[in-house]
């Protein structure tokens, strides 16, 4: 299986095997050489402004987490688990309603432990865009980490500091 | 109903967005916590499961928004400039809550900052902080 088929079916997964990315309609268009190119279609239940039928920055902030996730496995030549470590947002003007929101997500250095993407979300024109993104995540994040993991309590619980205010 | 309740329960019955994540709000005083409900379709990572980075980065956003709302009445909803978000523990499948903080409400700039937290207060699964251009109503 050459890297592009494995990207791709890494991207497969991640949209349709993740509940929140199929419950908002997430689709790869492109994706390969560290780029990945998502969209999110436009429906009346993803609006956060109801007087204006703008779509919530909220979605736009997970479109744009997706995409950045895609870039890094696009980066990696084998699969590791990922995890967003910060996501930086600038909110440069609003979705024009109706249409369908896109993101393309280039991951621009890998280091052992780190994957640091840049992203833009647009409507019409990536040069014209809604959004863009600065994030990083951390590599092989699950490790050690069995399917099920967060069904347990954390680790870190006894670490608890003293009374809850 | 005092006003400040009655701001915060229109504001999130009139967002679709906010009904589609299932968020809601309690309000104690002046002192609002946001609480999103587990629920299958938050799910990002199937695997572990853990909640979407996205829908944790716009819980707190929404989150942001709702105690401007109860903070002053607007205009308009306030627009957000840029958030910054630290994704410090995995969001478990359990109910998240969360607090925001108005470090300052100016005549056009809001700055908040807000936390979420599951099961423990002070272990906290992911912080944002947030810059809002706000149009308070003349009063």
Redesign the interface.
Known sequence: MSDNEQTRMIATAMNEGSPQARALGFSTLEIGEATAILKVPYRPEIVGDPETGVIAGGVVTTLLDHASGQAVHAALTTWVSIATLDLRIDYMRAAEPGLDVFARAHCYKLTRSVAFVRAVAYDRDPNDPVAAAQATFMLDSSAGKKPGANLKPPRDAGAKTGGVD | MADEDTRLVSMLE????A???GIKAELAGDEMTAVLPFA????????????????L???M??TALAQLSVAAPMK??P?????????L??G??LTTYARATIKKLGRRIANVHVEAWQ?????PIATLRGLFLVAPSEE
């Open positions: 009139s967002i679709p967005y009904r589609f994540l299958q379709h938050i799910v990002g990572n199937p695997m572990l499961p853990a909640i979407h980075g996205g829908v980065g716009a819980f956003e929404m308009r909803q627009r957000t400039i840029d958030v910054s978000i630290e994704y523990r995995s478990r499948p099961e423990t207060r002070s272990a």
